[in-house]
Structure formats: structure tokens, C-alpha cells
């Protein structure tokens, strides 16, 4: 990559970033919130401003990926977007990678991108994240529950539309339970907002509930909706953790292992265990 390619490469890069916050810190209604992005676009301006001072010419944002991120940041969540939008600056950072070796100043050019930004990403407030932990709760117990009880109906009933009630009322009365369970450990443990927190965990748990128990009201096939229902359960374990990992910088591959194997292992165990308790009770369905 030529030197004069990498300027213009970072340059857009720099104003694209300073448009985005701005736009950001525009539609964004918490102050605090607000004024991070500010402050973000205002070093991106800065660095754009100093790597100009080199080309002598100025380059347009682009407008793909102001649409792009800003959408994501709206949609998914600020945190994530911004996060994400940091992650996915590879191209960027060879350029920066060509112009460290000529020029000095653009080391702290990085130093910033990588400290000073990373700071004020940390202080931004979002309750989605606020309240993860609510919705791990309730995702989690509704893969492994349900993944386990549809799998064990699935072959002692052998009958889709009748495995999906049995799993909408266990699920729904589940729902109603967990909700209530983390609403009490939330008011025990003191916290302000024990009720919204409970109605996260509930939403999450419903949510997943319709989303499994979808396949055996679509399909006549049991086995074919457990197939259907097992892929589902794998693709939103991938999304949640995805996103997790993302806006909290985790590990994602032993976060979507560990509840994979976890998901698939008590479906496995519980599909068994509908076919020995058959036998055993002599039920013929």
C-alpha cells in the first residue's frame, strides 16, 4: 500500500468516525450519553484535521458506513454498535501501520484510538446492558428447559401439535415463574429496579419459548421439528453470545461452546429419557 493511499485511507476513516458520533451524540437523549459522543467525534475530528496536514486535500465520510453503523447503534444498541464499529477497522489499521513508520505523531494517533476512546465507550450508560444479566438469566434457563422438555415429549407423545401445547403451557407457566423468582431475589438483594429486571428476564424467557415451540406448530414431523427446534436454539445461543461479546468484550467462543454443549447435551439426555419412560409406563401414544 502506498504512503499517499494510507493518508487518504486513515482520513476517511477519521471522518467517517466524527460523523458518525456526531450523528450519534444528535439523536442520543441521554446527556451524558450525548456529550461522550462529542467528545469522541471531536479527537476524530482532531485526527483527521492532523492527517491532513499531510495530503493537503480533504476526503468525504462514507456515507455507506455512516448509515451502516448508525442504524446498528440505534437498533442493537449504542454500545454494541460503537463497539463493533471499532472492531471492524482492519483496513484502517494497516494503513495507520504504513504511516507509523514515516510519521511520529500518528502513534498517538492510536494511543488515543485505543485508550482515550476505549474510556469513554466504557462510561456510556445503556440499559440494555444494565440489565444482561437479567436477560442471561432468563435465555438460559429457557434453552435448557425447554430444549430438554420439547426433546422428551417429542418422542414419548409423538405428536407435534401435542408436544407444542405441552411445551407452551410448560413454558408460559415457566415464564410467570421465573419472572417472580427474579423479581424476589432482585428485592431481597436491595436493587431499585427489581420489577424491570424481572420483566426482562420474562420477556427473554417468552421470547425464547415462541421461537422453539414455533417448529412443532409449522411441522407435522416431531423428529423433523426437534431438528428444527435444536438449530433454532444453536442460532440464538450464536446471536445472543455474538452480541455479548461484542458489547462487553468477551470470549465468544467459550461463551457459545459452553451453551451449546449445555443446550444439546440435556435435549440429548431428556429425548432418552421420553423413550425409557414410554417403555417403562407402558404408554402408547
Not at 438460559?140 to 407452551?168: C, H, K, M, P
Request: hydrophobic share 45%; proline share 1%; aromatic share 10%.
Amino acid at each position: 500500500m502506498s504512503l499517499d493511499k494510507s493518508v487518504l485511507i486513515a482520513q476517511k476513516e477519521e471522518i467517517t468516525g466524527y460523523t458518525i458520533y456526531n450523528k450519534l451524540a444528535k439523536a442520543e437523549k441521554d446527556p451524558h450519553n450525548a456529550q461522550i459522543f462529542r467528545d469522541i467525534a471531536e479527537q476524530e475530528l482532531k485526527h483527521y484535521q492532523m492527517l491532513r496536514e499531510i495530503s493537503k486535500v480533504d476526503v468525504k465520510p462514507s456515507q455507506w458506513s455512516i448509515f451502516k453503523s448508525y442504524y446498528v447503534a440505534r437498533i442493537l444498541g449504542v454500545t454494541f454498535g460503537v463497539k463493533l464499529m471499532e472492531k471492524n477497522e482492519q483496513k484502517a489499521q494497516k494503513a495507520y501501520d504504513e504511516l507509523e513508520q514515516h510519521y511520529a505523531f500518528v502513534a498517538q494517533i492510536r494511543e488515543d484510538e485505543e485508550k482515550h476512546e476505549k474510556q469513554l465507550i466504557e462510561m456510556i450508560n445503556e440499559e440494555k446492558l444494565k440489565y444482561v444479566g437479567s436477560i442471561v438469566l432468563g435465555l438460559n434457563d429457557a434453552l435448557v428447559e425447554l430444549t430438554g422438555a420439547l426433546a422428551g415429549l417429542t418422542f414419548a407423545l409423538q405428536n407435534s401439535r401435542l408436544t407444542a401445547l405441552a411445551g407452551l403451557v410448560t413454558g408460559i407457566a415457566a415464564t410467570f415463574s421465573m419472572a417472580a423468582s427474579s423479581y424476589l431475589s432482585s428485592k431481597a438483594d436491595g436493587e431499585e429496579d427489581a420489577l424491570k429486571s424481572a420483566s426482562y428476564t420474562g420477556i427473554a424467557y417468552l421470547v425464547t419459548v415462541a421461537l422453539l415451540v414455533a417448529p412443532y406448530l409449522l411441522l407435522e414431523s416431531g423428529l423433523m421439528a426437534l431438528g428444527c427446534m435444536i438449530a433454532i436454539a444453536i442460532f440464538i445461543i450464536f446471536i445472543f453470545n455474538y452480541y455479548i461479546s461484542i458489547a462487553k468484550d468477551l470470549n465468544f467462543k467459550r461463551r457459545f461452546m459452553e451453551m451449546a454443549i449445555i443446550s444439546i447435551s440435556v435435549a440429548g439426555f431428556s429425548f432418552l429419557l421420553g423413550f425409557v419412560l414410554k417403555q417403562f409406563l407402558g404408554v402408547d401414544a
